[in-house]
């Protein structure tokens, strides 16, 4: 018995794209965009941005609104500062290069206990995530929550992480995004801050 197929003429036909290569090629988008938002999330070209954009002054409200500490008490960025200039270091669990730059924080925090106060606060994340991060790296300065990203956006965060550099007045005197090793961090609290 035979079939009796139609027959097709192929001569004019576009080659289809065989399966492994649209496999390929979206992997490839699948990748490109990931990487995209991971980017736009997590990472900057460590960019700064002067403190002159009008958003904050010394008598705005940030420096004296309370945030959540871990554990379900509250405190202020100015209660803490305790008449110091402030080194405030927005950070994720889920951000890479906030997870680097900690330690090398908390090591920095030390070197300048007596003249700047540090202060995390972990931006758009949950306690349950943040703490053991906190802990993990070894971080002993004051830490907080921001979990609507309420702090970020007022200080005019862009990206994780996000340092500010606050006077003891509460004026910002510096925007950093992006990553700070131990000698750039040190170099932004003299110029900035001592």
């Known amino acids: 018995m035979t079939l009796n197929q139609p027959s ?18 979206s992997r490839l988008a ?18 700064d941005r002067a403190a002159d954009d009008g958003r904050l002054s010394p008598d ?24 110091k200039p402030v080194v405030l270091n927005f950070f994720a669990s889920t951000c890479v290069q906030c997870i680097k730059e900690m330690p090398d924080f ?13 202060v995390g606060l972990a931006t ?4 349950e995530d943040a703490a053991p991060l906190v802990d993990s790296t070894g971080v002993t300065y004051p830490v907080g929550l921001d979990e609507s990203g309420a702090f970020f956006e007022v200080f ?3 990206g994780m992480p996000t340092t500010v550099f606050l006077g003891a007045d509460g004026e910002v005197k510096k925007v950093w995004t992006g990553a700070l090793t131990q000698e750039a961090l040190t170099d932004l609290i003299q110029e900035q801050l001592l």
């Open 106 to 118: 908390e090591e920095v925090s030390q070197a300048f206990a007596d003249d700047v106060t540090f």
């Open 60 to 83: 705005d409200d940030s420096f004296l609104a309370p945030y959540d500490t871990f554990g379900g008490g509250t405190n202020t960025i100015q209660a803490v500062a305790e008449g």
């Open 30 to 47: 699948a990748l490109l965009l990931a990487f995209g938002l991971l980017a736009a999330a997590c990472g900057s070209d460590g960019s």
């Open 156 to 158: 005019g965060g862009l």
């Open 8 to 25: 097709i003429d192929v001569t004019d036909a576009q080659p289809a794209l065989d399966g492994s290569r649209t496999r390929r090629y």
């Open 124 to 127: 758009s994340d949950r306690e």
